[in-house]
């Protein structure tokens, strides 16, 4: 994917899909250009417009580390160059500055854990963290819930502000196979194969908090419909698909981040 495709509205339809980079330079600067991208649809509605939230991306070479965002720059002014790689120790070895040190804590060990995990985004929104505050699993309640049928976990620690690996490590644990760790107290944490799905299903993660926290007791569909819907709205390019709308319709250009 290019940002030239993201560009042009007859390149996208729903036969669409990722294309496979021709080098890890291409795939590093695909991740960089998502990633940035991702900040600036969480600032379309605000989300971060206090600092708490991170994207991280893990490079496609130097597989132990990930890229993220330069500590101090504004979600919605994200771009490809104010993105810092930092290793597993916690130190940036490529640009400068520092990145969010709770970003670190929480996301290293998921990384580091989870192998097929190239993108994960956490943050503080309007329903998610409401919602957390449940300490519970999303119910199934809507089309968007449906999503993490089966793919969600729950961290039940009472560190609302993480500062060390080792409650990172326990998130991850929470985490495990699933794709979305609802932080109890706190907020949601969703992972994907590509920076991309992991922020389209964030969406689908704060959408579905919202129906539960204004519909508290709304019906709940049967194990046996989750199941059975999970594989069309559950798949990867789903959520990859999710990102591309929210691109065009939060961000619009999507070059403005190169
Ligand atoms: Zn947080």
Known sequence: MSTD?????????LSSAPESATSSEAERLVRKQETALGYRIMASWGWGADGS????????????????????????EARVEDLVLVNHCGDVIEGSGEINPAGFCIHAPIHSTRLDVVGAIHTHTPYGTPFSALAAP?????QEAVAFYGRQGVFTGEEVNVTDLATGQRIADALGTGRLVVLANHGLLTVGTSVASAVGFYLNAERAAEVAVKVPDGRVISPAAAAQTHPSVGDELNGWHIFQWLVRSRVGDPTVVN
Do not use: C, N, Q
Request: glycine share 8%; aromatic share 14%.
């Open 138 to 142: 999303l119910p199934m309640s809507s």
């Open 53 to 76: 939230g991170h994207i991280t991306a893990r490079d496609p070479e130097r597989t132990d580390a990930f890229w993220s965002l330069r500590y101090g720059v504004p979600f919605g």
């Open 5 to 13: 495709k993201l560009a042009s509205d007859t390149s996208f339809s």
